[in-house]
């Protein structure tokens, strides 16, 4: 079993639309959890860290975490076309805490004019 | 704030040769610094853990001695492709997590390296 799974999809939505993307992670001692994303060609940018439970809002974007179900998701409202892009599930922690991020497979996001 | 520089950011070269990298985090210390490489269409893979002042920790299946990295300052670590073959040719980012604060990895921009 992966420590971090996602749906590598590719995710596609129209424009405006909300877009969300799902994580589960195996490690139940996980304390950090990271959305990156990453355009094809270039490095991740973060976009939102997480660590409690709930919600977290930074414009578009919000980050959802649930440590019971160990599951952390991010949504994506009125989504643009220059949202399309890989977005990265990172979970830090747990165990084993040597600042090692454990990373997703990464879903595809394509956001149709 | 928190940011990555890396240089060069594109690197052609000769098999057979030796390639430096660097990485530089340049609005914070960074005890901590983390390389990567990835393949195209593939996810990240990291190959290190280079810690200030101590040597770097390899993940499994990371040759040491040809990835050579040196983590000489608070903010500077570098990685060395030792005689580099076509198949070393891949995107290298580094990462860096400051001393204080969260743990929070902020990535550079990477590199790409071709090894002709």
């Known amino acids: 079993q992966k420590e971090v799974e996602q749906n590598s999809g590719p995710l596609s939505v129209p424009e405006g639309a909300i877009a969300s993307l799902n994580c589960t992670y195996s490690?139940?001692?996980?304390?950090?959890f990271f959305w990156y994303r990453q355009y094809s060609g270039k490095s991740p940018e973060l976009i939102m860290s997480?660590?409690?439970?709930g919600d977290k809002e930074d414009g578009r974007f919000t980050a959802q975490l649930n440590k019971a179900s160990q599951y952390v998701s991010l949504l994506i409202r009125d989504s643009q076309p220059s949202d399309s892009a890989t977005y990265l599930c990172?979970?830090?922690?747990?165990?084993?805490?040597?600042?090692?991020?454990?990373f997703g497979q990464g879903t595809t996001l394509q956001v149709k004019p | 704030g928190a940011v990555v520089s890396q240089h060069p950011s594109r690197v052609i070269c000769k098999s057979g040769t030796s390639v430096k990298i660097e990485c530089r985090s340049l609005?914070?210390?960074?005890?901590?610094m983390f390389w990567y490489r990835q393949f195209p269409k593939q996810s990240l893979m990291l190959m290190a853990t280079?810690?200030?002042?101590?040597?770097?920790?390899?993940e499994q299946g990371v040759e040491k001695d040809k990835f050579l990295i040196n983590h000489a300052s608070l903010t500077l670590s570098t990685l060395t492709v030792t005689s580099a073959h076509p198949e070393d040719s891949s995107f290298y980012i580094c990462?860096?997590?400051?001393?204080?604060?969260?743990?929070?990895?902020?990535f550079g921009p990477g590199t790409r390296l071709t090894v002709l």
């Open positions: 490690d139940r001692g996980s304390q950090s």
């Open positions: 997480i660590y409690s439970n």
């Open positions: 280079s810690n200030e002042g101590s040597k770097a920790t390899y």
């Open positions: 609005d914070f210390q960074a005890t901590t």
């Open positions: 990172a979970v830090n922690g747990g165990s084993s805490n040597t600042g090692k991020l454990i």
């Open positions: 990462s860096a997590i400051s001393s204080v604060g969260t743990d929070t990895q902020y």
